[in-house]
């Protein structure tokens, strides 16, 4: 084999490499759902007795903090009071907390009970297919994304946070005060 057909067998291969890589990308997505990226839509479901579809889209113009979690999810225990917490202190001034469970279909009682027993007043949804896991390419549960009123990712935490520190809150304050489009 010549130089010249070793080159063109591996210009051939890269050229097939990168057409996969093409594909995959507007397969899955179109890129990574990380800091400064759009917010993906999501479709989850309320988990009161008259359960309706909510999605994204019903918070476009709203500073959200999109938490993905599960009844089952130790750590997922662990941050609620946190996040509870942020509710209390930033509902009012327009904060958005939006919790979907990934609990199997089936579970709304279950994930009822858990809000009951955490006292939790902020939007509580169940996504009973799991997509939005998918669709945020998550890693596990609990991951949070916050979200500013032009749809775009502020900031993504992987696993278990306190959300009452004082970096959390000035986040949230500075896009809470940012002007709705």
């Known amino acids: 084999m010549t130089v010249r057909q070793q080159w063109a067998l591996v210009g051939g291969f890269l050229a097939v490499v990168c057409g996969v890589l093409y594909g995959a990308t507007r397969l899955f997505g179109g890129g990574a759902v990380t800091a400064g990226s759009r917010a993906p839509d999501f479709h989850a479901t309320t988990i009161d007795a008259t359960a309706h579809p909510v999605t994204l889209a019903d918070f476009h113009g709203q500073v959200v903090l999109l938490n993905i979690w599960a009844t089952w999810c130790v750590p997922c225990r662990s941050e609620m009071p946190s996040i509870e917490n942020l509710q209390r202190a930033m ?8 919790a979907v469970s990934i609990d199997d279909p089936g579970q709304e009682q279950r994930i009822r009970d858990f809000v009951k027993q955490y006292g939790l007043t902020f939007e509580v949804l169940h996504d009973a297919s799991s997509r939005i896991k998918d669709i945020y390419q998550t890693t596990g549960v609990p991951e949070t994304f916050i979200i500013g009123r032009d749809d775009v990712i502020r900031k993504k935490v992987i696993g278990a946070t306190d959300w009452n520190t004082d970096d959390n809150r000035a986040l949230l304050a500075q ?3 940012e002007p709705t489009h």
């Open 91 to 98: 509902g009012q001034r327009g904060l958005r907390i939006v």
């Open 175 to 177: 896009l809470l005060s």
